[in-house]
């Protein structure tokens, strides 16, 4: 039997106060949920390193090892009266790690949403509605915080991306301008050889990232080689491959500039941080006949080693 749109709106009703429990705060198990939502859209978040945080600033430790620890070992001669061992390390061999401390301090970031009355009215029935707004929500704050790890820069005009110093403005160890070449085989070589020699060791794990426009082009460029390989980048969906590195697409690469920059990395290179309060506060205009959503949360940026970065310039 059809239900009155009276009837609707008080279901609407309970189902917007299900997501304000707990005084608008989610509790640690609702926020990991919609971390996860926002984490299973298919961002660049997702490749990255995630770091849950419970506190607005967290410092992360870095230990490593610059330069060579095997030493020839000491096989000859023994302990000494003066407590020496001719077959210790020498002082001057032994090896050290080196530590450092990098520090990721977040920033809040707010989305206000209205929803009028029509479309539970209209859209109530055979839905959860919680579900469903919350993961309409997590898909649009997916896109808008991979805007922010790729574009944010404190000096931007802009006040949502000047809020941190995004990856790439944090690139600027290793920069390889294409001028302008277009896409090719080349660019992705000079990324290679620009890397330090000492992290090109893992290169299974590193990626070359671009926006989706010049991962198209680069197919295109591909795509006009005589043999099945190129015949395969107008045909499918096959990953695309440059050097053996894959080339993956950043959707809002395209917001940076004129959609002219990527890089080269490990991605767990690039950190992500988000503070797992996560705060859902909702309200009713009956003057405007709307439902309000207010979500709010804090989010922090880092590059662990940008050393171990390239970033591209005017491809």
Do not use: C
């Not at 407590?83 to 790690?97: E, F, Q």
């Not at 991306?161 to 790439?168: E, F, N, P, S, T």
């Not at 426009?213 to 491959?241: E, F, H, W």
């Amino acid at each position: 039997m059809p239900q009155s749109n009276q009837t609707l709106l008080q279901r609407a009703d309970l189902a917007i106060a299900d997501l304000n429990a707990n005084g608008g705060l989610l509790d640690a198990e609702q926020a990991n949920q919609f971390i996860d939502m926002v984490l299973e859209q298919p961002t660049i978040l997702r490749q990255s390193r995630v770091v849950r945080m419970s506190a607005p600033r967290r410092k992360i430790n870095r230990i490593g090892f610059a330069s060579r620890i095997l030493r020839a070992a000491r096989t000859s001669g023994s302990a000494n009266d003066d407590g020496s061992n001719d077959r210790y390390v020498l002082k001057a061999d032994r090896a050290a790690p080196t530590t450092s401390q990098i520090e990721m301090s977040t920033e809040e970031v707010i989305a206000e949403i209205r929803l009028p009355y029509e479309i539970f009215e209209d859209n109530i029935e055979g839905q959860s509605l919680e579900s469903h707004i919350m993961r309409l929500i997590a898909e649009r704050a997916a896109i808008d915080l991979e805007e922010l790890a790729l574009a944010a820069d404190s000096a931007s005009g802009d006040a949502y991306l000047a809020l941190h110093d995004g990856w790439l403005k944090r690139m600027t160890a290793n920069v390889v301008n294409n001028a302008s070449a277009g896409i090719t085989p080349t660019l992705f070589k000079n990324g290679m050889l620009a890397m330090p020699q000492k992290y090109l060791r893992n290169l299974a794990q590193m990626r070359h990232v671009v926006s989706v426009a010049n991962t198209i082009k680069y197919r295109d460029v591909v795509a006009q080689r005589a043999t099945g390989y190129g015949d395969s980048m107008l045909t499918s969906q096959q990953p695309i491959n440059a050097y053996g590195v894959p080339v993956d697409a950043a959707p809002m690469l395209a917001a940076v500039g004129s959609g002219n920059q990527g890089f080269f990395t490990f991605m767990q290179n690039l950190i992500f941080g988000i503070q797992r309060d996560i705060r859902v506060e909702t309200d009713r205009d009956i003057r405007s006949r709307e439902f309000i959503i207010v979500l709010t949360a804090r989010v922090a940026l880092q590059v662990e080693d940008p050393n171990a970065a390239v970033k591209y310039l005017n491809i």
